[in-house]
């Protein structure tokens, strides 16, 4: 059974860092991409960012490209670095495992998914 856990959520202030981490277990896991998005009340979840399963290739989203980054350290173990964070970044966050091949930035590509972990940052 896979299994995906994210852990690092938070409260921070504006301006502040947090990491997040995206730990992966289960006996048929292979080495997928991960992404991570987010959900914030009222609007609709949204693509942060993806790293390949080597970990060689990054992506980002609009909203985050210079401040957040993701680094891998096994096909398990997988970090977003929040750097200057700002109030409209208050989500709940969730990584998720590319199982399906396609888009990154895609939602329904991803077959597995954490339960979220919740990120508030404070003006």
């Known amino acids: 059974q896979v299994q995906l856990v994210e852990s690092g959520g938070g409260l921070v202030q504006a301006g502040g860092s947090l990491r997040l981490s995206c730990t992966a277990s289960?006996?048929?896991?292979?080495?997928?991409?991960i992404g991570w998005f987010r959900h914030a009340p009222g609007k609709e979840r949204e693509f942060v960012g993806s790293?390949?399963?080597?970990?060689?290739?990054t992506s980002y989203g609009d909203s985050v490209k210079g401040r957040f980054t993701m680094s891998r350290d096994s096909w398990s173990l997988v970090y977003l670095h929040m750097n200057d964070l700002k109030p409209e970044d208050t989500a709940v966050y969730y990584c998720?495992?590319?199982?399906?091949?396609?888009?990154?930035?895609?939602?329904?590509?991803?077959?597995?998914w954490g339960q979220g972990t919740q990120v508030t940052v404070s003006s």
């Open positions: 790293i390949s399963w080597v970990g060689d290739s």
């Open positions: 998720a495992a590319l199982t399906n091949g396609g888009s990154v930035d895609v939602a329904s590509n991803y077959g597995f």
């Open positions: 289960g006996r048929n896991f292979g080495p997928y991409p």
